[in-house]
């Protein structure tokens, strides 16, 4: 499991997970895949991990996100201390990082439309 490239840590007692993944996974959860489906498709093994386990992240996530956004989702823990990296973004990584942040936001719009109609407020464009 820690080869995983959305496995930032393990240990006995939890997974660490990426920042990327979460981003990922709520971009996903937004569109209407299933956690389980999710985490299978990112390489993880559902069995190890477990659906107590993974439900738990879903839920651990979605509150952070509706709280504070993508930013709810960041490891803000000793060891990111928020100093720069060394090594600044390349290009490719700048644009796959904002690509996957405007695609996150997309789905945020688009389920608070839904909210809204559901709501009865009327018709949105």
């Given at each position: 499991m820690s080869t995983n490239k959305y496995v930032k840590s393990v240990s006995p007692k939890g997974i660490t997970y990426?920042?990327?993944?979460?981003?990922?996974?709520?971009a996903q959860t937004l569109d209407g895949r299933f956690p389980i489906e999710i985490f299978r498709d990112c390489g993880f093994d559902t069995e190890a991990v477990g659906s107590s386990r993974i439900n738990a992240c879903r839920r651990r996530w979605l509150a952070s996100?509706?709280?504070?956004?993508?930013?709810?989702?960041?490891?803000?823990?000793?060891?990111?201390?928020?100093?720069s990296k060394d090594k600044e973004l390349s290009?490719?990584?700048?644009?796959?990082?904002?690509?996957?942040e405007n695609k996150l936001l997309k789905a945020e719009v688009e389920l608070l439309k839904e909210i809204r109609l559901a709501e009865g407020r009327g018709k949105l464009d």
């Open positions: 990426t920042d990327e993944f979460k981003e990922l996974f709520m996100y509706k709280r504070d956004g993508v930013m709810g989702l960041r490891d803000t823990r000793a060891g990111n201390s928020g100093r290009t490719e990584e700048r644009y796959a990082k904002l690509e996957a």
